[in-house]
């Protein structure tokens, strides 16, 4: 459920109405067409859509709010805004209180909550959406909208897009693909290539939008933690309802998340016409790189998944690479076609 934005959007505390009111008549058509496909009045669940950026500051900016950064008993500082269609109570406060404890990193300093009424929900988000994340934002409203869905489930599942967009999966993008050991377990990458999967589809393809599976997954992790009821598993594929398995990999693309590759070592020697093989294990979906080089002759080296050679060259040095995608190993084979030599092979892995 998000608004893809880049650039943060500043707030606004007050603005006449009537700019409020042409900014809403210029923004209406992008958002019903975003909004094509949505299943309001249908089955309940957590459904967003995607707004052009231009679009969605503008409403922002528009927007009465009032609100700010707020210190929780945690010690951490959430900002905060609400509608001026609220009254300014403590509700800011609770918010910021419930934002601290779900499960969250450094990323938790870098997020803004926007709450409002559904009908001003829907004028940012869409006819269709009862919330969206965007720039770093999450829309949502503090009433209950579906039936046995709570407010503080909808956002959860919100702050878990700010977690995949705070997230690292290279060369995919975790808002759309989802954490790395997440998405590596759930296997996106072969889906995808499959024409099973559709990363960022928020139209026809919600259902199987991985992006949109990631956030649901880090929702249920966090009801569990926190005692709440659980929201019926209804917005996307069933396949993706998370085992223990899945729900650890989430925890631990939160607390400990994936940066970089993994860079292992090795050496040895390899006579005239033999052949050497190394065994490489790939956990994790992403880039792999292997540079072989050698100390005197010229060797062939090839790199080997799934019993395939996707990548080779000759030489003295000779790199290596490619994109894991569902395989969980790979092979090095050096070839001596000359003289013996002796040989490095440093693999850089995700």
Same mark, same amino acid.
């Given at each position: ?25 210029? $923004? ?8 094509? !496909?949505?299943?309001?009045? @249908? ?23 009032? @609100? ?23 509700? =800011? ?11 969250? !990193? @450094?990323?938790?300093?870098?997020? %803004?909550?926007?709450? #409002? ?10 006819? #269709?959406?009862?919330?969206?994340? /965007?720039? =770093? *934002? ?17 956002? $959860? ?33 072969? /889906? ?9 589809? &928020?139209? !026809? ?6 992006? &949109? ?37 989430? &925890? ?15 050496? /040895? ?12 294990? *790939? ?5 792999? %790189?292997?540079?072989?080089?050698? #100390? ?10 799934? !019993?395939?050679?996707? #990548?080779?060259?000759? /030489? ?14 790979? %092979? ?19």
């Amino acid at each position: 459920m998000r608004v893809k934005l880049r650039r943060r959007p500043r707030h606004v505390p007050l603005v006449a109405a009537t700019a409020f009111a042409l900014l809403l008549l210029l $923004a209406i058509p992008a958002v019903g067409a975003a909004a094509d !496909g949505g299943d309001a009045g @249908g089955e309940p669940g957590i459904r967003d859509t995607i707004l052009p950026s231009s679009t969605t500051r503008a409403l922002v900016a528009a927007s009465a709010t009032w @609100g700010g950064v707020y210190t929780t008993t945690t010690g951490d500082r959430v900002r905060v805004f609400s509608s001026d269609s609220y009254p300014q109570d403590d509700r =800011n406060q609770q918010w910021a209180e419930f934002l601290s404890q779900l499960l969250h !990193g @450094g990323e938790l300093s870098t997020v %803004t909550l926007v709450l #409002s009424p559904y009908n001003e929900v829907q004028r940012i988000c869409g006819r #269709s959406a009862v919330a969206c994340y /965007g720039n =770093n *934002t999450i829309y949502a409203s503090a009433d209950q909208v579906e039936p046995g869905i709570s407010p503080q489930s909808v956002v $959860a599942h919100e702050y878990g897009h700010h977690v995949a967009a705070s997230r690292s999966n290279t060369p995919w993008e975790a808002v759309d693909w989802g954490t790395k050991r997440w998405a590596s377990y759930e296997n996106i990458c072969a /889906g995808a290539h499959a024409g099973q999967l559709f990363p960022g589809d &928020e139209r !026809g393809a919600y259902q199987l939008n991985p992006g &949109e599976a990631f956030a649901e997954a880090y929702r249920v992790l966090n009801e569990r933690r926190l005692g709440m009821t659980e929201s019926p598993w209804t917005i996307v594929d069933q396949r993706f309802y998370p085992d223990a398995t899945a729900l650890t990999d989430v &925890e631990q693309d939160v607390v400990s998340p994936w940066t970089r590759p993994t860079t292992l070592s090795f050496s /040895g020697r390899v006579v005239k016409r033999a052949v050497r093989t190394l065994a490489v294990a *790939t956990t994790l979906d992403g880039q792999m %790189t292997a540079i072989v080089r050698t #100390s005197a002759a010229r060797v062939r080296a090839e790199l080997v998944v799934g !019993g395939r050679v996707v #990548s080779a060259g000759t /030489g003295r040095a000779v790199t290596l690479s490619t994109t894991v995608c569902g395989s969980r190993s790979a %092979t090095v084979r050096v070839r001596n076609a000359a003289k013996a030599t002796r040989y490095t092979v440093s693999v850089a892995r995700p």
